[in-house]
């Protein structure tokens, strides 16, 4: 399941890149804000072995404030080129805090 769940992040990365290139941020922000999630579900299935759905994710957080913290921020933003680019450097910085690999070319 991690692994899969670890391709999921990415893809979603990688089409939020792509529509950030193609001047779609709205969109693009909701594909950073699905690999946010997907983020800490990931955190969470390697911290407790389950899979728990985003809008319960907060409760089971709490040893990675950071990451809370900008579920908490981001799920209240709407998509704009700023947030959108904000919120992909925010992604940048958990996901090395995450040990996953990084995207940076």
Same mark, same amino acid.
């Given at each position: 399941?991690?692994?899969?769940? !670890? $391709?999921?992040?990415?893809?979603? !990365?990688?089409?939020?890149?792509?529509?950030?290139?193609?001047?779609?941020?709205?969109?693009?922000?909701?594909?950073?804000?699905?690999?946010?999630?997907?983020?800490?579900?990931?955190?969470?299935?390697?911290?407790?072995? +389950?899979?728990?759905?985003?809008?319960?994710?907060?409760? =089971?957080?709490?040893?990675?404030? $950071?990451?809370?913290?900008?579920?908490? $921020? =981001?799920?209240?933003?709407?998509?704009?080129?700023?947030?959108?680019?904000?919120?992909?450097?925010?992604?940048?910085?958990? $996901?090395? +805090? +995450?040990?996953?690999?990084?995207?940076?070319?």
């Amino acid at each position: 399941m991690e692994v899969e769940l !670890i $391709k999921k992040f990415e893809l979603y !990365i990688e089409r939020g890149d792509r529509l950030v290139e193609e001047s779609r941020y709205g969109e693009a922000y909701e594909a950073y804000l699905d690999a946010l999630k997907t983020l800490g579900a990931l955190v969470v299935y390697r911290e407790t072995g +389950m899979l728990v759905p985003a809008e319960k994710l907060e409760g =089971f957080l709490g040893k990675y404030p $950071k990451l809370e913290e900008a579920l908490r $921020k =981001f799920s209240s933003l709407t998509g704009s080129e700023e947030t959108a680019r904000a919120l992909r450097e925010e992604l940048e910085g958990l $996901k090395g +805090m +995450m040990s996953l690999p990084s995207s940076e070319r």
